[in-house]
Nanobody, 123 residues
Framework: QLQASGGGLVQTGGSLRVSCAASGPTFRPYTVAWFRQAPGKEREFVAAIRSSSTTHYTDSVKGRFTISRDNARSMVSLEMNSLKPEDTAVYYC???????????????????WGQGTQVTVSS
């Protein structure tokens, strides 16, 4: 089970951190990702971190967002800096045991999903 938290309202250029806490079996082997969905748009990949702590980002957030994991706490965080209005969305965390690079950005690759947390960036 995944529990997302930490969303909120921030002005353009501000920062937010969203976190995903996992419960259940051992967290360490899982690839964990963040996706987001804006109103009227499809869910899109944001970032992922594999069990090796290798990270992957969509181009639009590179240099602004940082994904990290704390296996001891079974938690993955997404630090978001220099936020833009186009970052406004519901952010979902997701987890999978596979973590295959070629499919890491596909929502269908993830078996476990959190409930989502709203991030709103005002202009």
């Amino acid at each position: 089970q995944l529990q997302a938290s930490g969303g909120g309202l921030v002005q353009t250029g501000g920062s937010l951190r969203v976190s995903c806490a996992a419960s259940g079996p051992t967290f360490r082997p899982y690839t964990v990702a963040w996706f987001r969905q804006a109103p009227g748009k499809e869910r899109e990949f944001v970032a992922a971190i594999r069990s090796s702590s290798t990270t992957h980002y969509t181009d639009s957030v590179k240099g602004r967002f940082t994904i990290s994991r704390d296996n001891a706490r079974s938690m993955v965080s997404l630090e978001m800096n220099s936020l833009k209005p186009e970052d406004t969305a519901v952010y979902y965390c997701a987890a999978t045991r596979t973590g295959i690079l070629s499919t890491i950005s596909l929502a269908g690759s993830y078996a476990y999903w959190g409930q989502g947390t709203q991030v709103t960036v005002s202009s």
